[in-house]
């Protein structure tokens, strides 16, 4: 990096002073002078909607076979104390963090202290025995089956943001779970569970507090000098960007106030991610740590998936993508490389909840290779509604158990709204999901069944034609007590006024909606009551995405 002379820097900076006190957009500053014009329009360009005093925005860097081109911020660090974002900006990094901690378990294995294979109760014997040994990989691969802890302390009436949840409270609400998911490695699901279990197991194995481990292991030997843990997050960072979330009345603060980390919580710059994504290319750790961070896991019954150890490996526009996203309270990320692109990296950090850091990245790579081919258009052919009508009604999935609606109202073939295209092969799309309409094994029961990111398909079952319109009554049946022992709350199921309401403690309430018989839509998550043989309700579940069937007892 070629530094400016003092007395040019001291200009600079008066200069971006008065430009903020006069509430003119502030112009990115770029870190580097190897940038060229052509690839600071292209940010630029990317950018154009964040280049504001006004706004939160993001910091972007590029690199290309070790050598950083760009480092650019856009938008504000601090709405309030007028401070914009810059390359040495410290945001956090969402999930993107996770790679970062299976490097810390494969530093392990590498020392021959532990195993992939190795089960995990070795090292946490407070998980509970399942049917199948979770292993290490499990944990870092999203197909233990382990619930997700933000939706178990959500149900214990304390969402995140709602209080400081610490390690020890999400080790033991995760351990304390007598049932999973599904069978261990049958299935991906997105958990963060298996990554704050990784922290305990790096912990009792090192002998280290993790922060120490993994600055003393991977940020110090690697000069990753801005990078750090929010282990404590009230600790003061120089540099910090605030982080936010648009609401209708403008924009206000969404951080990430806890003390849970190692599945995210990294702070970091995007100068140290382009550093550490060369750090991998070259293996500078050892081939047999960074190697193994792109062995893509396989799922018992032999299927491949894209997620490999905290890093997904697939294509994008026919080249070759190692990337993570990551997502926390108002930051929103994105760090990539492209092997065949030069080794081209791409880190995006954003203090915005909700900024497209994914769609970002994607645009600069499309800049910068126009080359790479287009994916085809869907081969769609003209729709026969006619022929759906049969199909109209709710459909109930077989993991998450949430309803989804296929009707033909209008005119116009729609699934939760999203309108249908008809395809050549006899499936449909919605959106980018594709659907295919058939009948069960037993020639009457209608499904419909959808394929998920990693190529695993998911069976959607026909409830029923219309919307349930309970009777009083029928409704009045659903009102009691439901005890879960695996988090230790008795939830107050109440009837007013024709609405149906669930509680896990005073002031926190979860207002429901009507599905299909004896279902409802609760605020992020379905919500079915289960009747005995004499029609009784003796049980209420909850199902989500990362929480497939949560069931509570009814109890006097």
């Given amino acids: 990096m070629r530094l400016l002379p003092a007395s040019s820097s001291r200009a600079a900076h008066r200069a971006a002073l008065l430009l903020t006190a006069l509430s003119l957009p502030v112009a990115p500053l770029a870190a580097q002078s190897t940038a060229t014009p052509a690839l600071t329009a292209i940010t630029d360009k990317v950018f154009a909607a964040w280049n504001s005093t006004h706004t939160p925005g993001c910091a972007v860097g590029v690199a290309r ?13 601090d709405l309030a104390g007028g401070r914009p974002i810059v390359p040495a900006t410290v945001l956090e990094s969402g999930s993107v963090a996770k790679q970062f901690t299976t490097t810390a378990v494969m530093l392990l294995v590498a020392d021959g202290k532990l195993g992939l294979d190795d089960d995990a109760r070795k090292y946490l014997p407070e998980l509970k025995r399942y049917d199948r040994v979770i292993t290490v990989r ?39 779970q007598g049932a999973l998911n599904y069978p261990v490695g049958d ?65 206000r603060l969404d951080m990430p106030n806890d003390n849970v980390i190692a599945a995210g919580g990294l702070w970091t710059t995007v100068g140290d991610w382009l550093a550490w994504n060369e750090h991998l290319t070259n293996g500078t750790l050892g081939a047999a740590v960074t190697d193994s961070l792109t062995r893509r896991m396989k799922l018992t019954n032999g299927l491949e998936i894209a997620y490999a150890l905290g890093l997904m490996v697939s294509e994008y526009r026919g080249t070759r993508q190692i990337a993570h996203s990551g997502s926390t309270a108002g930051y929103s990320t994105y760090l990539a490389r492209y092997p065949q692109l030069g080794n081209l990296s791409v880190a995006v950090l954003c203090n915005a909840a909700g900024a497209p850091a994914t769609n970002f990245t994607h645009a600069i790579v499309d800049a910068l290779h126009p080359e790479l081919p287009r994916a085809s258009a869907p081969d769609t052919v003209a729709g026969d509604v006619s022929a759906l009508l049969a199909w109209r009604g709710a459909y109930e999935d077989t993991r998450w158990h949430t309803i989804s609606r296929l009707d033909t109202a209008g005119g116009v073939m729609r ?57 009083a009554a029928e409704l009045q049946s659903l009102a009691g007590r439901y005890r879960s022992e695996d988090i230790g709350v008795t939830f107050t199921v109440t009837v007013t006024d024709g ?29 079915w009551f289960v009747r005995g043989k004499n029609g009784a309700v003796r049980e209420m579940h909850f199902g989500a995405g990362r929480v497939w069937n949560f069931v509570t007892v009814r109890v006097p």
Avoid: C
């Fill in 65 to 77: 076979g070790g050598v950083t081109l760009l480092e650019r911020g856009y938008g504000m660090a």
């Fill in 138 to 176: 499990h944990l870092l691969t999203h197909t233990s089956g382990l619930r997700e802890w933000s939706n178990l302390v959500a149900w214990q009436g304390w969402p995140r943001g709602t209080r400081v949840h610490t390690q020890s409270d999400v080790f033991k609400v995760i351990t304390d």
């Fill in 187 to 251: 299935h991906y699901s997105y958990t963060n569970s298996g990554f704050l279990l990784a922290r305990t197991l790096v912990e009792r194995v090192s002998g280290m507090d993790f922060e120490t481990f993994t600055a003393s292991r991977i940020f110090k030997p690697l000069g990753l000098t801005h990078t750090s843990w929010r282990g404590d997050f009230t600790r003061l960072v120089p540099g910090l960007a605030q982080a936010y979330r648009r609401t209708s009345g403008g924009w």
């Fill in 415 to 471: 699934l939760a709204g999203t309108p249908l295209r008809a395809l050549r092969d006899g499936t449909y799309l919605a959106g980018s999901q594709v659907l295919r309409l058939s009948l069960a094994d037993d020639g009457r029961t209608r499904t419909m069944r959808t394929v998920t990111s990693d190529g695993d398909s998911v069976v959607h079952t026909w409830r029923q034609a219309e919307v349930w319109k309970p009777t």
């Fill in 499 to 527: 609405v149906v309401s669930v509680s896990p403690r005073h002031g926190v309430v979860d207002t429901l909606t009507p599905t299909v018989r004896d279902a409802f839509d609760g605020a992020d998550n379905a919500v």
